[in-house]
Each structure stands twice: as structure tokens, then as C-alpha cells.
């Protein structure tokens, strides 16, 4: 029997009494009653004081199976958590219109979630409550599954080192995890309006737009070297990975953007250490080598030549023995200085080992200025040099081999240029008086 129907059946026989009345039902109006035996919901019908007076067979067989009477407080079917229902009082509670979620206990002691809905019933002098109670535990046990799985899924986010954004079809950023925020300095507030654009600097290369100006996502696959952008407009390097999800008109992107920048550091540390002098931070003999290829190949393309300078220091040797390694080492700092100020900045400067030094000259057009330059060398490092309080003077010997005349390898060219270092240096050495004059010796090396 619906609510209206009973209303109807109420206002037409308003003078019986409570106990005629649900005897009526039983009796007199089986279509109503069948209406209501019929329903899945529960159906109690209970006094002011909350003891039932009537329940259809779904309620008996959930909640008073063991029952042979009536004789039972709706209350006593709450779960404990709901006690205090009974201190408010159902006739208070049906004056309003909103369904109540509660909880109840069944025979088998099962919890159920319902959601109850109160009549209050007039009828002569008395009242009584009519209780519709539908079975929600489904649906709440879904609903908790499913806040379960995103509380996982946050979870999992949030524990993500990579930042992790949401991003619409039309390129706005739906949410992001807590990495998002800490690696750009975004909150989800500020980014709540924006679009993906303000992650990157220049275009974003790996979307594109359709006619409708909906971003489509060009490649699903790992980027790198793509720079983004922080709150404070800081760059930084990353890698990011972009997943499509859904399609149509409910299409969405998942944008994982790792923050690559200390491995850029350590890469650059591991980079010097394979390609620097750690003492002089000059380029180390495999730098050179690289460089040497590069330059040989400019060359060939362009029809220039390539110098090689090949100098070891004169009278180093005693400054060492004298001193100690430490004055040495400063000796050989010191001596890195004046090279690089004695060439172009476009010119290389290396160490290749103790007490040797190779200087790379690139786009030569006429010897002489060769000469010019391997002169400037060898007086720069004559200059006397204060150590440690000390004033300390070595020379060099200087090799020099020229591309395409001496060699056509670089390695080639480098041996030729490190022959005519020693032959520079056994002029050198003819008289210890003479050394400083022939220090300033250039051998160059003809190659027949």
C-alpha cells in the first residue's frame, strides 16, 4: 500500500481506533496490505515510543525472524552507533521530510546500512510512526570501494616522486599529485584554470590541436630534454611521459613529468671528470681528441687548417724537486691561466699530462700567425710567477704541426707536433746558460 493510499484510506475512516484500524488492514483491505507485504523495502509501523505494531514479511524475515509476536522497540534494532535516536523521539524525528541514513542489526547480526524514510500517522486521538527502511548497504559498500580505490589511487600518487597532472581534452588541468606541486610550486588552486602551457617554455612539441582546438596527443611515448617551467618562471630540465585515456568527447591525458635536473648535475660531474683536468680544469686528453675530430672535419669542409701546439715546461722538474708537489701544482694552475690568456677564447687549451699542454688552433689561414701565436706562449709562460711568496720562473718548449701539411689524422698530427717538441727542446738544452734563449725555439716539422 503506497503512503497516498493510505492517507486516502485513513481520511475515510478517521473514527476507529489504532487497534481497528491495523486489523482493518489485515482484514478488509488485503490489496493494500499485499501492497506492502510485496515491497522490498521494510515496512514497520510502530506507537510513539517506538514499539512495533506492525512489520511486512521483508522486515520479519530480517529483523524478527526468531520473533512469534510482535513484541519488540524499533529501537532495539539500531545499531549501537544510533542509540541515540532513541532519546530524540520518533514522533520529532517524522516531523521532518528528510530520508535518514542509519544503521540496523538483523536477526543474523548482519549490519545494514538503510536509509529511512518517517510518517507520522493520525488516526482518532492517536498517532503512530510508519518506517520505510531500504536496504543501502550495496550501494554505501560501493561507494566505500570505490572512495577505497581512489583513496588508494591518491595514495599512490602522492607517493610518486614524478609529478603527475590530469589534463582535459581542451588542455585545462584538472588535478595533480603532491609531487606537481613541489617540483613546480603550483598549488591545485592555482592551477585550476590554467592549461598545460604554462608547464614548458616554447611550444609544447608534443601535442597537437584539431580543428575544434582540442589537444591530441602526437606520440604516446617517453620525451626528453623538454624544459619546463617553475611558478617563479625558473626552467628546468625533465622527461615526460604522456598516456591518452577515453576518447570522443571524454577524452583526457595523463602528463607524468619527471624533474631531471640533479641527474643533469651528476651527468655534467661525471662528464668533467671524464673530460677535465681535475687540477688545472682544463680539457683532458680525451676532450681533445673529440675536439681534434670535430675541428679536422670543420676543416676539411671548409678548406681551412688546424694547428696543434705542443709544449712541455722547461726547468719544471727542479721547481718540484725544491718545492714540493704542492708549489708544483700551483706552478702548473698557474701556467693553465696564462695559456688561456695567451690564445683566442675560441681556441682550446688541454692537458695531457704532467707537464704537457696541447693548444688547438682552428680556422688558420697562413702560418705565420701560428708563429705569432706559439711566441706569445712561450713568453707568457716565461713570465715570473709568484708561489706561495715565492718567484718562480719556467720556460717551454713548444711543437707545432699544422693540418693539412703535416698530417691528415689527428692523432697524426699530434705525434708530429709532440716529435717536434722534443726537438725544440734538444736545442733547448745545448748549454744550461742558453735555455732561456732557446726556450724561444719553434721547430716546425715537415713531414716528406
Not at 25 to 35: D, R
Not at 125 to 144: F, G, H, P, V
Not at 199 to 205: D, M, Y
Request: net charge neutral; charged share 30%.
Amino acid at each position: 500500500m503506497s503512503m497516498v493510499g493510505l492517507m486516502v484510506y485513513l481520511k475515510d475512516n478517521a473514527g476507529q481506533s489504532a487497534g481497528q484500524f491495523l486489523d482493518v488492514i489485515k482484514a478488509n483491505f488485503e490489496f493494500s496490505f499485499f501492497l506492502f507485504e510485496d515491497l522490498d523495502s521494510f515496512i514497520f509501523i510502530c506507537d510513539n515510543d517506538g514499539n512495533v505494531v506492525y512489520a511486512n514479511t521483508s522486515s520479519k524475515n530480517k529483523f524478527l525472524k526468531n520473533m512469534k509476536q510482535l513484541e519488540v522497540s524499533w529501537f532495539d534494532l539500531l545499531h549501537n552507533d544510533y542509540s541515540s535516536i532513541r532519546d530524540i523521539g520518533l514522533s520529532y524525528i517524522a516531523r521532518s521530510d528528510n530520508k535518514i541514513p542509519i544503521r540496523m542489526i538483523s536477526s543474523n547480526d548482519e549490519i545494514l546500512d538503510v536509509e529511512v524514510s518517517f510518517k507520522e500517522i493520525h488516526l482518532a486521538d492517536s498517532s503512530y510512526i510508519m518506517l520505510e527502511c531500504k536496504d543501502i548497504t550495496k550501494y554505501i559498500r560501493q561507494a566505500k570501494s570505490i572512495s577505497f580505490r581512489e583513496n588508494k589511487l591518491k595514495l599512490l600518487l602522492d607517493n610518486i616522486t614524478d609529478a603527475v597532472f590530469l589534463i582535459n581534452a581542451d588542455g585545462s588541468l584538472e588535478c595533480i599529485n603532491k609531487a606537481a606541486e613541489k617540483i613546480f610550486g603550483y598549488t591545485k588552486n592555482d592551477v585550476s584554470q590554467e592549461k598545460l602551457d604554462i608547464l614548458f617554455s616554447g611550444k609544447v612539441r608534443f601535442f597537437n590541436k584539431n580543428s575544434n582546438g582540442q589537444y591530441l596527443v602526437r606520440e604516446c611515448k617517453a620525451w626528453s630534454d623538454v624544459e619546463c617551467v617553475r611558478a617563479n618562471n625558473a626552467p628546468f630540465p625533465a622527461e615526460i611521459l604522456v598516456k591518452n585515456l577515453g576518447g570522443g568527447d571524454k577524452r583526457f591525458f595523463v602528463l607524468f613529468v619527471r624533474d631531471v635536473s640533479s641527474k643533469k648535475r651528476e651527468e655534467e660531474v661525471i662528464k668533467r671528470k671524464a673530460y677535465y683536468d681535475a687540477l688545472t680544469g682544463l680539457p683532458n686528453r680525451y676532450f681533445l681528441h673529440d675536439r681534434l675530430k670535430r675541428a679536422f672535419s670543420e676543416a676539411h669542409k671548409n678548406k681551412t687548417h688546424v694547428a696543434v701546439l705542443y709544449l712541455d715546461l722547461d726547468k719544471f722538474k727542479p721547481v718540484n724537486d725544491e718545492y714540493g708537489h704542492s708549489v708544483g701544482d700551483d706552478v702548473l694552475v698557474e701556467v693553465a691561466v696564462k695559456l688561456k690568456k695567451a690564445v683566442r677564447s675560441t681556441d682550446l687549451v688541454a692537458r695531457v699530462g704532467g707537464d704537457e699542454f696541447v693548444i688547438v688552433l682552428e680556422n688558420i689561414e697562413q702560418a705565420k700567425d701560428v708563429r705569432a701565436t706559439a711566441e706569445k706562449v712561450i713568453n707568457k709562460i716565461f713570465e715570473p710567477m709568484n708561489i706561495d711568496g715565492k718567484r718562480l720562473i719556467v720556460g717551454g718548449s713548444v711543437g707545432v704541426g699544422i693540418y693539412p701539411y703535416h698530417a691528415l689524422s689527428p692523432d697524426s698530427l699530434l705525434n708530429a707536433a709532440d716529435k717536434a717538441m722534443y726537438e725544440a727542446k734538444r736545442y733547448s738544452e745545448i748549454g744550461y746558460r742558453n735555455w732561456i734563449s732557446y726556450s724561444l725555439w719553434i721547430f716546425w716539422l715537415i713531414i716528406k
